[in-house]
């Protein structure tokens, strides 16, 4: 797993150290008890992200020199502080510099998760015999990088989160620089193409349900490969395989570090590459 590799961890937690808050060291009596490094805190939430084990599972692993509750308490300053969310806009942001954004193939899909603690944004998935579960909706350009998603139940259509995810490129200033959107048969309906034609994506490659006798077409791939690519990448993380967080903003915040390390692991080969 690349998120583990010494390589990627070095450039993604100095990525990290330079957006982390500024510590409050006052204390009323004058003394407290020594601050877990945060640097130690980073490499239990990779191993989470990696392995999706349970917080106590992770302080034991880290033998005990960070308590599950620090974890999660830290997890939570860093989502509060905007850490994850600016991490991740800064790895976009570089790849867009280093190697360039390659908008003229967007595909946009959706992926189904296991949330089997449930809470906010979950529901019962389709595809799993009514079990709670969560779903992403991720737009990636040529290269397989996201560059917006959106997040809910896995009871929640597709299409119901087609705006939200283009919403989300559009935040990240790249929707008009989008040329050809490509979608599956699962969106071709004529309310979407009115949808999309509505917010200026003119170009649009969805692929039919039928002809025009009604007999089913046969499936097809086309470049719809680059989300399927970047969906099973995703897939690979255990806590986004089998998501037992509770909020929306945590599981946000696991995608944006997730993302970061594809990136930053997609950056690292580009050096070796040209410049060995």
């Known amino acids: 797993m690349r998120a583990l590799e010494p390589e990627v961890v070095d450039a993604v937690w100095g990525a990290v150290r330079g957006l982390l808050p500024r510590r409050d060291r006052s204390h009323p009596l004058g003394c407290h008890r020594p601050r877990v490094c945060d640097r130690l805190c980073f490499w239990g939430l990779l191993i989470r992200l990696v392995t999706g084990a349970s917080w106590v599972d992770i302080e034991a692993i880290l033998e005990r020199r960070v308590s599950d509750t620090t974890l999660r308490a830290r997890r939570d300053e860093w989502i509060g502080a905007g850490v994850f969310d600016r991490l991740c806009s800064e790895a976009v942001a570089a790849f867009d510099r280093i190697v360039g954004l390659d908008l003229s ?3 946009v899909d959706g992926s189904l998760h296991k949330a089997p603690c449930g809470g906010e944004g979950t529901g019962k998935s389709p595809v799993d015999r009514g079990k709670l579960g969560w779903k992403w909706s991720v737009a990636a350009e040529r290269h397989g990088v996201p560059v917006g998603w959106a997040i809910d139940g896995a009871n929640r259509n597709d299409i119901r989160l087609l705006k939200p995810t283009l919403a989300a ?18 969106y ?4 979407v193409r009115r949808q999309l034609a509505d917010i200026g994506i003119a170009d649009t490659c969805i ?11 046969p499936l097809t791939l086309g470049l719809r490969w680059i989300v399927e690519s970047t969906n099973s990448w995703l897939s690979n993380y255990g806590q ?6 509770r909020k929306p903003d945590c599981r946000h915040a696991a995608l944006c570090l997730a993302t970061t390390i594809l990136i930053t692991a997609k950056l690292i080969d580009h050096k070796n590459r040209w410049n060995p």
Not at 169 to 183: C, K, N, P, S
Not at 207 to 217: E, H, I, K, L
């Open 240 to 245: 986004l395989r089998r998501n037992t967080d």
């Open 105 to 107: 193939e967007v595909s």
């Open 207 to 217: 692929q039919r349900r039928a002809n025009s006798t009604g007999t089913p077409r």
């Open 188 to 191: 071709d309906y004529p309310a």
């Open 169 to 186: 490129v559009a935040d990240a200033g790249l929707l008009e620089d989008i040329e050809t959107l490509h979608l599956d048969r699962g």
